[in-house]
T-cell receptor, first 109, second 114 residues
Framework: GQNIDQPTEMTATEGAIVQINCTYQ??????LFWYQQHAGEAPTFLSY??LDGLEEKGRFSSFLSRSKGYSYLLLKELQMKDSASYLC??????????WGAGTKLIIKP | IAGITQAPTSQILAAGRRMTLRCTQD?????MYWYRQDLGLGLRLIHY???????GKGEVPDGYSVSRANTDDFPLTLASAVPSQTSVYFC?????????????FGPGTRLTVL
């Protein structure tokens, strides 16, 4: 079967750095996505990795290792507005997204 | 409109009633999707459409139907609602010029079936 695993909840301090991990087992691989979802709102796109390595975009970076079935999202200089759920999703061989349950990130002052 | 819209925003429905959730996008995206999101679970694909005139079944299609008569609209119909269909429903689209298969989401419809 297809499976995406990520921690249910994490807590971090404003101004700090947090790493959210995602491991996956899917039928084929056509890229990995990270989305941010604030409570009561729609998911919004953060990053896309299809090759191994690190993609940096401002305070957010995403890493992929295809051989290990592993990705992480790194958030630097945390702000209170970063409190949200972070969703990991893998595009399978049929070009459909398989979604993890999401990691709820709580930022404390 | 700009982007993707859904209607209604929320709805309370009696079990056994028929309901259509509406989704419209103005980005000329080829592909559209319907997901449901339940607490503790990831987004689950109900139905999808790769292009106007075609549709396909996702992970959880039972009890739902869709149509794609044109590029912009992708309605989702619950023929006879049941309480297990209580959920938040998101419509999404993809396939624009900056095509990394990024999906753009509508604001969602919160449906309660009693």
């Amino acid at each position: 079967g297809q499976n995406i695993d990520q921690p249910t909840e994490m807590t971090a301090t404003e101004g700090a750095i947090v790493q959210i991990n995602c491991t996956y087992q899917t039928s084929g691989f056509n890229g990995l996505f990270w989305y941010q979802q604030h409570a009561g709102e729609a998911p919004t796109f953060l990053s896309y990795n299809v090759l191994d390595g690190l993609e940096e975009k401002g305070r957010f970076s995403s890493f992929l290792s295809r051989s290990k079935g592993y990705s992480y999202l790194l958030l630097k200089e945390l702000q209170m507005k970063d409190s949200a759920s972070y969703l990991c999703a893998v595009m399978d061989s049929n070009y459909q997204l398989i979604w993890g349950a999401g990691t709820k990130l709580i930022i404390k002052p | 409109i700009a982007g993707i819209t859904q209607a209604p925003t929320s709805q309370i429905l009696a079990a056994g009633r028929r309901m259509t959730l509406r989704c419209t996008q103005d980005m000329r995206h080829n592909a559209m999707y319907w997901y449901r999101q339940d607490l503790g679970l990831g987004l689950r694909l109900i139905h999808y459409s790769n292009t106007a005139g075609t549709t396909g079944k996702g992970e959880v299609p039972d009890g739902y139907s869709v149509s794609r008569a044109n590029t912009d609209d992708f309605p989702l119909t619950l023929a006879s609602a049941v309480p297990s269909q209580t959920s938040v429903y998101f419509c999404a689209s993809s396939g624009g010029e900056r095509d990394n298969n990024e999906q753009f989401f509508g604001p969602g419809t919160r449906l309660t079936v009693l």
